[in-house]
T-cell receptor
């Protein structure tokens, strides 16, 4: 079992729709959760961090965390073609230094 | 301000040669991470430095891999006797102490022929 699991996609949504990206993790001791966006050929770019159960909103992005279910998600409202990228979920291990990344979900936003 | 920088951006080397990859973190960031990303894969943790503390080397895949960080700033990742399976993009990230929000450099694409 991988430490962080993501559906590889691609997830296709029309422009203006809500994109929902999901991630599950195996380490119950994890405390910090992150979403990164990675455009093709580029390095990951931090979008959101979340540390507590519930929702955290930042502009068009909402991160949701449920530690009991070991589940974290990212909602993108009013999706734009420029949101088309691979979204990586990252979770810290019980050893706070080490982070596990999922293999990413590829999102396509169609004009 | 300046972000994380890495050099070289691309490196092609022959199997069996040694390579050195460099990372210059964001000024003031005490934590530094190295990751490896193979084509179409997620990031694989390699090593973590925090200030002057002993590094966490638990992700290094073999003893051919080593890294150092001089003066708490610039870091060098060294791969000895490179193998074809070492071909990947090597990414460096830095963060403020206690933040865990990592900012990535542009990466070094390593190709072993």
């Amino acid at each position: 079992q991988k430490e962080v699991e993501q559906n590889s996609g691609p997830l296709s949504v029309p422009e203006g729709a809500i994109a929902s990206l999901n991630c599950t993790y195996s380490d119950r001791g994890s405390q910090s959760f992150f979403w990164y966006r990675q455009y093709s050929g580029k390095s990951p770019e931090l979008i959101m961090s979340i540390y507590s159960n519930g929702d955290k909103e930042d502009g068009r992005f909402t991160a949701q965390l449920n530690k009991a279910s070991q589940y974290v998600s990212l909602l993108i409202r009013d999706s734009q073609p420029s949101d088309s990228a691979t979204y990586l979920c990252a979770v810290n291990s019980n050893n706070f230094n080490k982070f596990y990344f999922g293999s990413g979900t590829k999102l396509n936003v169609k004009p | 301000g300046a972000g994380v920088s890495q050099s070289p951006s691309n490196k092609v080397t022959e199997k069996g040669k040694d390579v050195e990859l460099r990372c210059d973190p964001i000024s003031g960031h005490t934590a530094l991470y190295w990751y490896r990303q193979s084509l179409g894969q997620g990031l694989e943790f390699l090593i973590y430095f925090q200030g002057n503390s002993a590094p966490d080397k638990s992700g290094l895949p073999s003893d051919r891999f080593s890294a150092e960080r001089t003066g708490g700033s610039v870091s060098t990742l060294t791969i000895q006797r490179t193998q074809q399976e070492d071909s990947a993009v090597y990414l460096c990230a830095s963060s403020l102490q206690g933040s865990y929000e990592q900012y990535f450099g542009p990466g070094t694409r390593l190709t072993v022929t």
